[in-house]
């Protein structure tokens, strides 16, 4: 034990004055974190700027009650930074005065002349739609086969009130409501507007038509936990960096020490391989417990982290360090040159970051992209520390586990094999 | 100075430290080693002398059990080397320099040495280790900033952190100046004075010469020569050589006839006097001619016995010509 905890102290040393290497084990990962959380939004879901024009008003300059109903609903998803435009003047130049010479996106919804009319009369339209067909059913209806529930005279009244209705439905003749978005084509979250805006309209249109339930457009029902976005990138980045500082750092080591004649030194003292090797996996389990803490206290303090690890947690980083430590050696052991074994570990390990959901979610890729995604070795740490931290589930990281810690049994045992101690 | 940091030993010769027989060590079709065979006492100092890739490292290796021969036994301290357990328990007993040895860049002298010495079970005062070696200074520089010598030095260090029995040394003063190679000299040879049995390497003549007890003479892997140095200087070193210059004509032609295998070249002349009990009788009739002003004597060489053994010259940097 000595021994092995000499090889850490050792590789620790080493480590910690390697300015690159401790800045792409530490500062880089942190750097990216905060990025990452300043770009993707802190406590709140993004908020888009939008510009009202409401022509819907009556005589007296006032809004009507079912524009203000709708406005109101706008207002209560958060999703928008609402700005009213006067009714009397041209929405696109005053909503360039708004923003200033400076410029910048502006988006302008148009409530048309009418629409609270027009809801009321789609409303009563669509209910005298339902009355007839619900007329049309009943005058179809038979007690028995060919015995009918209706008798003949009771027939022709109801007729004679369904024709009255249709009456009624031609001089209604309501007009379909259309509400105006104007974007610019350059304007990147135009079309996510424009979605959430088309989101709002169907619930509040469906629910005046419908069958008269309350309109509420509750935050809490779409969003199950109170993560902000840092607590999504937070798991990703750690996973992504104890992959990359263990790879990087045990292939140049041992590329480094072998060719230097350092692991030839060691290994004529009574230092045993096995010791080597474990010693040097503990002094990466190390490092990533370092990481982990450094970028957990940079989230709680600064960036409003509210995830907590919990044993599943310290368990995961345990078995991705150790499973990407085996990786590292293995790498080292197949690549004897520095340089090109350098390489090497990039190679797999950039991709794998990329490829893994480390850094943004994988739902919309391709297929082939998740299929190739579920074979690497990161998207299961990942997974597995996303689970233990913000999922509200943490026994679901239980079978990531269990796959990251088989694939480090695996990993370490061809790594070992792979790392000479002695010459031939 | 230099042995009180360690446990003295009392100086028995007759004891064998190193027993090896008709060691061979083949990589693919080339016999790196042929059938080698020697025997070093406890407390003496050993030198393998050859060029590069003569198999002196390979057979080093192959002693410390870092590498397995092919055929022979070895026998180190009385343990079998090509068994593992027993190799374990020799590495407690030995000390290494390996040739171009380096230590961890980042990592201060004192840091490198107490990486070393926690791999032992038990080790010298590192402190007392540091001033022994002339490193009191560098104590707390980084590897990477030390020079040449000082690397060795804190190398030969390393080789003597665990009070070993045997002290192996590859090559401990190539690329080194004449003075930190003296310097090195001066640690090797206060070694033997502890009673440290040492066996090093080297393509210096100088350095066998000066340090050790017996050496080997080793080319293409086979041992053309080995036994006290005196004796092979003696024996081979093709005795001691008069040099004249600017030797007037007249007196060249009496030189000639006096010592026909004389070399001459132009007006400078060499006599080679290979008894011992000859060499008052050359000098005094040179004297006679009036010719000791310019007159220069050299001793038999172990660039001598390498140059009549192998055919061949061997040069400052390893090389054969």
């Given amino acids: ?424 | 100075m230099f042995i009180s940091c360690f446990r003295r030993k009392r100086l028995n010769l007759s004891t064998i430290a190193i027993k090896v027989e008709g060691l061979v060590k083949v990589y693919g079709t080339i016999r790196a080693v042929d059938d080698v065979s020697f025997e070093i006492n406890e407390g003496e100092i050993f030198a393998f002398l050859g060029p590069n890739g003569a198999g002196k490292t390979t057979t080093l290796e192959i002693l410390q059990s870092l590498r397995k021969s092919t055929k022979g036994s070895v026998s180190v301290l009385g343990y079998d080397v090509s068994d593992n357990r027993d190799a374990q328990k020799l590495k407690k007993e030995i000390g290494v320099l390996p040739q171009d040895f380096n230590a961890i860049d980042k990592l201060t002298v004192k840091e490198n040495l107490s990486v070393i010495a926690k791999m032992y079970d038990k080790h010298v005062d590192l402190k007392k280790l540091i001033l022994t070696l002339d490193l009191e200074d560098k104590t707390n520089s980084k590897f990477e900033d030390l020079s040449g010598g000082l690397k060795q030095r804190l190398g030969i260090a390393g080789a003597l952190v665990n009070d070993p029995r045997i002290v192996f040394l590859d090559e401990p003063t190539t690329g080194l100046d004449p003075r930190a190679r003296r310097d090195v000299w001066q640690v090797i040879e206060s070694l033997k004075k502890d009673g440290k049995t040492v066996f090093l390497t080297t393509h210096y003549m100088e350095e066998a010469e000066i340090l050790a007890d017996r050496v080997a003479i080793i080319h293409k892997g086979k041992i053309v020569a080995i036994g006290k140095t005196k004796t092979l200087l003696e024996k081979s070193g093709g005795g001691r050589t008069v040099i004249l210059e600017d030797v007037p004509e007249s007196i060249i032609k009496e030189i000639k006839n006096r010592f026909p295998k004389a070399t001459i070249v132009g007006t400078d002349v060499r006599i080679q006097i290979l008894k011992l009990k000859e060499v008052n009788e050359v000098i005094s009739y040179l004297t006679k001619k009036g010719l000791e002003q310019s007159l220069q004597i050299t001793r038999p060489s172990l660039e001598n016995v390498f140059l009549r053994l192998t055919g061949v010259h061997l040069t400052e940097e390893g090389e054969l010509t």
């Fill in chain 1, 1 to 424: 034990m000595r021994k092995v905890i000499a090889v850490v102290d050792l590789t620790l040393r080493n480590w910690s004055r390697i300015r690159s290497a401790v800045f792409f084990s530490i500062l880089f990962p942190l750097m990216l974190l905060l990025i990452f959380s300043t770009v993707f939004g802190g406590d709140n879901d993004p908020s888009f700027s939008l510009f009202v024009q409401n022509l819907d008003i009556d005589e007296d300059g006032g809004s009507s009650d079912m524009s203000k109903v709708f406005l109101e609903i706008l207002n209560s998803t958060d999703a928008f930074d609402i700005s009213e435009i006067p009714a009397g003047v041209n929405a696109n130049s005053f909503a360039k005065d708004e923003i200033g010479p400076l410029g910048g996106v502006y988006r302008i919804l148009i409530i048309p002349e009418g629409f609270g009319s027009d809801i009321v009369l789609g409303a009563v339209e669509n209910r005298i739609s339902v009355t007839q067909n619900t007329i049309q059913m009943l005058l179809q209806e038979e007690r028995s086969p060919g015995v009918p529930i209706l008798d003949q005279q009771e027939k022709e009244q109801i007729a004679a009130g369904g024709a009255a209705l249709d009456n009624a439905a031609g001089e209604i003749a309501s007009k379909k409501i259309h509400l105006v978005l104007v974007f610019d084509p350059s304007d990147t979250s135009g079309q996510v507007v424009y979605s959430i805006l088309l989101s709002i309209t169907d619930s509040f249109s469906n629910g005046l038509i419908g069958v008269g339930e309350s309109i509420s457009f509750d935050r809490e029902s779409v969003s199950q936990y109170t993560f902000s976005a840092v607590d999504y990138y937070l798991p990703g980045l750690i996973g992504a960096f104890i992959m990359s500082t263990t790879v990087v750092g045990i292939t140049s080591q041992n590329t480094e020490f072998r060719k230097r004649g350092i692991i030839k030194r060691l290994s004529l003292t009574p230092l045993s391989r096995l010791e080597w090797i474990v010693g040097s996996v503990l002094a990466q389990t190390v490092l990533a417990f370092i990481l982990t803490l450094v970028m957990f206290a940079v989230g709680w303090a600064v960036l409003g982290v509210t995830a907590v690890p919990n044993l599943l947690v310290v368990a995961m980083v345990i078995a991705g360090a150790i499973q990407f430590s085996g990786l590292g050696m293995l790498i080292a052991g197949m690549i004897k040159d520095i340089e090109s074994a350098n390489a090497a570990s990039n190679a797999i390990v950039l991709p794998m970051m990329f490829l893994s959901g480390a850094f943004f979610p994988l739902d919309a890729a391709p297929e082939f992209i998740r299929i190739i995604s579920n074979l690497l070795p990161l998207k299961y740490l990942i997974d597995g520390l996303r689970f233990g931290l913000i999922s509200g589930f943490p026994e679901g990281a239980i079978i990531s586990l269990a796959i990251t810690s088989g694939l480090a049994a695996v990993f370490v045992i061809i790594g070992s094999i792979t790392t000479k101690w002695h010459e031939n």
